[in-house]
């Protein structure tokens, strides 16, 4: 299934699936984090769900929490994870991903169907998994 490119995404979380915006209830592979390229084979993934659930792996651990979506704004609520170390590459993924989802951010789905989630810590962009 592969979402419907869209200029913001209206509509909150825990809201109706036909209601729902392109970007919730899809897995997405996260294949940049705070504005470096994620490495080839890494499990960073990430998914919305219209409960408001976030959840996903970091490149290194695997993380849960929650969101509040108003339009094209997120306020995400604490996130846990499991607390692995992993090789340096996949703890860098990790550091840039967390950064991400703390706080208030804005999400789109792009022209080229890309996630694209903006916050104070950087930015994500993800990919429809396969």
């Known amino acids: 299934m592969e979402?419907?490119?869209?200029?913001?995404?209206?509509?909150?979380?825990?809201?109706?699936?036909?209601?729902?915006?392109?970007?919730?209830?899809?897995?997405?592979?996260i294949i940049e984090a705070g504005g470096a390229a994620v490495p080839e084979g890494s499990p960073a993934s990430i998914e919305f769900n219209i409960e408001g659930?976030?959840?996903?792996?970091?490149?290194?651990?695997?993380?849960?929490?929650?969101?509040?979506?108003?339009?094209?704004?997120l306020t995400f609520q604490p996130i846990a994870g499991t607390r692995m170390?992993?090789?340096?590459?996949?703890?860098?993924?990790?550091t840039?991903?967390?950064?991400?989802?703390?706080?208030?951010?804005?999400?789109?789905?792009d022209a080229d169907g890309r996630l694209v989630v903006e916050g104070a810590g950087g930015t994500l962009v993800a990919v429809p998994a396969n």
């Not at 840039?96 to 999400?107: I, K, N, S």
């Open 3 to 29: 979402p419907e490119a869209a200029e913001s995404a209206d509509g909150n979380a825990g809201a109706g699936a036909a209601d729902a915006p392109a970007w919730q209830g899809v897995t997405w592979q």
């Open 53 to 73: 659930q976030v959840t996903g792996n970091s490149g290194c651990n695997r993380f849960t929490g929650g969101y509040v979506a108003e339009g094209d704004g």
């Open 85 to 94: 170390m992993c090789p340096p590459e996949a703890m860098a993924v990790e």
């Open 96 to 109: 840039a991903v967390f950064a991400v989802l703390q706080g208030q951010a804005r999400v789109s789905v």
